[in-house]
């Protein structure tokens, strides 16, 4: 009877350590699955905003161009699409075209708004005191498209959004995006019944009424999410969103500016 050779158990051993290691590579590069890359998703978000909310300024551009990036490669690691994330070729010109009918359509009411006695109080806001042209300019052209608008949209209406829709379809993807974009302002909106008067009117300045604040301001965004799920579910594309998310901040801040 022939002994065993002990090189071959060595090798086989070594086989085996390989395989075992292959395999471990090969699920790491393989697509994960629909939940795991919405948990990861979200625990990136939940980083982001205690991130973002702690800096300012170049950092938060940056954190922001990262972590848009970042999202997008969670999304094809679950074997998502340029598609379903809202940036599919097919649909770009159309998404265009509805987002620059959006922007006209905010500034024709932020107009109107501002002209009004009525509603030009709306437009008041201490944030702006001492800000000049040129940090508007910024805010406008460089803060709101790329730390707010972009950031924002690829996460909620873009990867959230396809990945959940391709799970459990449109109301699924619409409620747990919408929902999770309201939570992603709690922290911006710590501030918000001091930081615009006509907010202090109706709130008061107590912690209570800071309170009541940001949970009107996590309803409030949350029922705009649901409206920006819709304009990305109507028109195939995220530059629809993208162009009402960026008019209602920007210009905003262009009529804030010039009400002071």
């Not at 615009?196 to 912690?207: E, H, M, N, Q, R």
Request: net charge positive.
């Amino acid at each position: 009877m022939p002994f065993p050779d002990p090189d071959d158990a060595e090798r086989h051993e070594v086989r085996g350590r390989r395989t075992l290691g292959d395999t471990l590579w090969s699920r790491c590069r393989g697509p994960i699955g629909t939940w795991p890359a919405v948990g990861l998703t979200v625990a990136v978000l939940i980083a982001t905003n205690l991130v973002m909310h702690r800096w300012s300024g170049l950092a938060n551009l940056v954190t922001a161009v990262v972590v848009s990036a970042l999202l997008l490669g969670v999304l094809r690691w679950a074997g998502g699409t340029w598609e379903d994330a809202g940036l599919g070729s097919g649909t770009l010109a159309r998404g265009a075209r509805w987002a620059l009918a959006l922007i006209g359509l905010v500034a024709v009411v932020y107009l109107v708004g501002a002209l009004l006695p009525a509603t030009r109080t709306l437009f008041e806001d201490r944030r702006y005191d001492g800000m000049d042209a040129s940090e508007l300019m910024t805010r406008v052209f460089v803060q709101v498209p790329v730390g707010t608008v972009l950031v924002e949209e690829i996460a909620f209406r873009g990867v959230l959004y396809g990945l959940v829709c391709r799970a459990r379809g449109v109301v699924w993807a619409t409620t747990v995006s919408s929902v999770l974009f309201g939570l992603w302002h709690v922290l911006p909106s710590l501030h918000l019944s001091t930081a615009k008067p006509a907010l202090t009117t109706v709130f008061g300045d107590s912690a209570f009424s800071a309170a009541l604040a940001v949970v009107g301001a996590v309803l409030f965004t949350a029922s705009a999410g649901v409206l920006f799920c819709e304009l990305r579910r109507r028109s195939g594309s995220l530059l629809a969103p993208m162009g009402l998310h960026w008019a209602v901040n920007a210009l905003g801040y262009v009529a804030g500016f010039l009400l002071r």
